[in-house]
């Protein structure tokens, strides 16, 4: 369960940099962010696969540019799920999902090397979600405990 929060953060912050990056994408408010972030994930989830499943013969033909397109229209399908998440446009609906997926990549990547996934995992066991087990909670140390721990003898 944490993982999906995690998921949708990383993907609504990307979305933002996209609304500033991509001509032809608005993100009104970081809610509909959020939002967004929920609907991508669940057009991602749901009709994608089956779109490339159908679009298959011509993804192959193209050497595998159609696959841009089925991108573009899932990304285009989750804004008409979402009030104040709007695409519109040739670069909005073929670049928008290129920046996204390259912006949620880098931050999931820089989340993981920095290791807030744990720490924050360890903040969600605190209050009662799933996903982060005793050895991932913060837990504040003391300077004799640190002591302790770096003692030799």
Not at 5 to 15: D, K, P, R
Not at 122 to 139: A, P
Request: glycine letters at 12%; charged letters at 10%.
């Amino acid at each position: 369960m944490l993982g999906f929060f995690i998921t949708t953060l990383v993907t609504a912050l990307s979305l933002l940099v996209v609304d500033l990056a991509v001509p032809g994408v608005a993100i009104a408010t970081f809610p509909a962010a959020l939002a967004a972030g929920v609907s991508i994930g669940l057009v991602n989830g749901s009709v994608k696969p089956v779109l490339k499943l159908l679009s298959l013969p011509v993804t192959f033909l193209t050497l595998g540019a159609f696959a841009l397109v089925v991108n573009g229209f899932c990304f285009w399908l989750a804004s008409l799920l979402v009030p104040g998440f709007i695409v519109k446009g040739f670069l909005g609906f073929i670049l928008g999902p290129v920046v996204l997926s390259a912006v949620s990549t880098f931050l999931a990547g820089y989340f993981t090397n920095n290791g807030l996934d744990k720490k924050l995992a360890g903040v969600g066991s605190k209050f009662g979600l799933k996903g982060g087990d005793e050895s991932d909670r913060i837990t504040p140390t003391t300077e004799q405990s640190k002591l302790e721990a770096t003692d030799l003898s």
